[in-house]
């Protein structure tokens, strides 16, 4: 563990970014939305089967889904690195197969914060789904409209405060993510150091308490935001929707 050490007054806490601390704020950002986006239509789909599918395993399958929650994030990356690393059970076929490498690469970074952040969006979703009316889904059934019509054009959009919520939550808490990230990704300069991984590295680095400083400023900033434009996003969309 690195000493702690008193952040000094120095002119370097005033100036700009540098080009590798914007470099990880650039590299957070497309992490996260890339993880959002790779997320987004598994959760959905996940949130409509554990809320209104009844079937023989249900309650193990809803512990599974959350189950990143409770693990330590080191644990998740070192499964997704056994699974889907050069050497993995999966990772190994799609390598020779397809030459595809998810360890230690930017998609793999995007992969390992989509799986940490997956049971908020699950979640989220799958409140917002139960607190459709299901009375006007089974008016629209009454007069002809068939189950992809009906989510499409009545669950769907009752849902949006869920999905938006759940997205946002995702992407704000994506951008701190670090654990699962530094054990499957690694902390590689330009491909997978994002914003906690560099604050990690400036805290390991002699006289970096100033750049440490500027990146725990930003990551609060990022996170703060994120959740604040979460909160208010939906409240619009509830305005909109009259609920």
Known sequence: ????????????MSASLSPAELQALRLSLAVAA??????????????????RVRFPGRTFLDALVHLPLVLPPVAVGYVLLMLLGAQGVMGGWLHRTFGLQLAFTTAGAALATAVMTFPLMVRAMRLSLEHVDRGLEDAARTLGAGPLDRFLSITLPLMLP?????????????????????????????VTRTLPLALYTAMQTPDGDAQALRLALMSFALGLGGLLAAEAVVRRVRRTLGR
């Not at 987004?40 to 809320?51: E, M, Q, S």
């Open 162 to 190: 869920g999905i938006l919520a759940g997205a946002l939550t995702a992407f704000a808490a994506g951008l701190g993510e670090f654990g699962a990230v530094i054990t499957f990704a690694a902390n590689v300069p330009g």
């Open 1 to 12: 563990m690195p000493e702690f050490r008193g952040v000094s007054r120095s002119p370097t």
């Open 34 to 51: 890339r993880s959002v986006l790779f997320s987004l239509p598994l959760a959905l789909a996940c949130a409509w089967v554990l809320g």
